[in-house]
């Protein structure tokens, strides 16, 4: 093999100079003129640098001791890293862009609103599609942790993408789309994009029903930086996509040209979940007649609570359609005594007391008594750069022996 193709870090700071800075590298690295890159955040006032080391010892640019495992990389991105240490996924340019044309609409040139931190999958799509499209994306200034996602920027943001094109399309994660809908501002600003990506995690069924009711055109996404983004749109797989599960519900496994090569500096974990049949995912779903993919759960997501079986996305999910609720994350600690302790962290728009009595109450009459949690009520859920609620964070928060946030 020739000498090894460069790996580059590319310093992301927060707000609208990130993407900005970010481009040029990635014009470079998808035409194969420039380097493989590794896009990084910087260290701000929100992105700890043990948060950027971990990025950086996952994806480990410039690292002579590890060339690339291949010279078809154009990218490596991290993982959320949300439960457990983040993984550089290895993504080649045609990996990259496999999905782009369907997303964008063949001949289209829609006019996309960056919402998402371009360092991770979501929002680093977020660009590749605005290149394709020819129109460089307008940037909310809270990109990244520079700000608080408001509705107020968001208004502004696609006011300017009107400015451009009748086609505004925006990614977001359920948070954001959540927030938005608490207000008219939002709710009248979405109802201008003709397409609203939501992915990053479990959208709630409730919400994106929510946001139908006011006419928004809302569109799930499901996949993972392993699979280039979201490769599965309100459940049915995007055309060369397929999504099978090993039972009923079962593992989901993924195949498709979006999927990665692997991961940077772990063979044997490459080897065990990408095979000759895809990427195996660590989802449990059940596929419909149809072809129709519904997320049930995670493969780790049960744990034995006075010996019965209880998983805490059924509780997260079951709070968070709670009238009251705008946003629930649920973890389980270990306690002193090696039994499992199950917390649910609130956002609500009333934060009368008496609503963690009815949030327990309204758990054990649906799931059971051995689900209540502990309930503990936050002004915001703890999010990582990336947009995902930190849940590492959150089982800190609950192992303390007040036990609140």
Not at 172 to 177: D, E, K, T, W
Not at 215 to 235: L, Q
Not at 362 to 370: I, M, S, W
Request: charged residues 15%; contains cysteine.
């Amino acid at each position: 093999m020739s000498a090894a193709k460069v790996l580059a870090r590319v310093p992301v700071p927060p707000g609208t100079d990130g993407p900005a800075r970010l481009l040029p590298a990635l014009v470079a690295a998808l035409d194969g003129s420039g380097p493989a890159i590794a896009p990084i955040p910087t260290v701000s006032a929100t992105v700890s640098n043990d948060y950027v080391m971990s990025l950086l010892a996952a994806v480990r640019p410039d690292d002579d001791q590890l060339p690339l495992e291949s010279d078809d990389v154009a990218a490596v991105l991290a993982t959320s890293g949300s439960t457990g240490a983040p993984r550089g996924v290895l993504l080649t340019g045609a990996q990259i862009t496999s999905m782009t044309s369907v997303v964008n609409g063949s001949g289209a040139a829609p006019q996309w609103i960056a919402a998402l931190p371009v360092t991770s999958m979501g929002g680093f799509n977020v660009l590749v599609r605005a290149l394709a499209a020819g129109r460089e994306p307008v940037v909310l200034p809270s990109i990244g942790g520079a700000g608080p996602f408001t509705e107020e920027a968001f208004e502004a943001a696609v006011q300017s993408a009107a400015t451009h094109s009748d086609d505004i399309r925006v990614a977001l994660v359920p948070a954001q789309l959540s927030r938005l809908l608490s207000g008219d501002r939002g709710i009248a600003a979405l109802q201008q994009c003709t397409a609203v990506l939501v992915g990053g995690a479990a959208t709630r069924p409730s919400l994106a029903a929510g946001a139908r009711d006011f006419g928004i055109a809302v569109i799930t996404t499901y996949g993972a930086t392993e699979t280039a983004g979201g490769c599965v749109f309100d459940g049915v797989p995007l055309p060369g996509v397929t999504v099978t599960a090993d039972g009923k519900p079962g593992v989901l496994t993924i195949a498709g040209p979006c999927v990665a090569l692997g991961y940077r500096g772990e063979p044997d974990l490459t080897r065990r979940t990408f095979t000759s049949a895809g990427y195996r995912t660590s989802d449990l779903g059940a596929i419909a007649a149809d072809g129709t993919v519904t997320i049930v759960g995670r493969v780790d997501d049960v744990v034995i609570i006075r010996g019965v079986n209880v998983s805490p996305h059924a509780v997260e999910r079951m709070i968070a359609d709670l009238p009251d609720v705008v946003s629930a994350a649920a973890v389980t600690v270990i306690r002193p005594e090696g039994e499992p302790s199950l917390h649910a962290f609130i956002e609500v728009r009333d934060t009368a007391p008496a609503i963690a009595a009815h949030i327990e109450a309204e758990v054990v009459r649906q799931l059971g008594a051995h689900a209540r949690p502990v309930v503990h009520h936050v002004e915001r859920l703890p999010h990582l750069p990336n947009g995902k609620v930190d849940r590492r964070l959150l089982q800190e928060w609950a192992a303390r022996p007040e036990g609140d946030g």
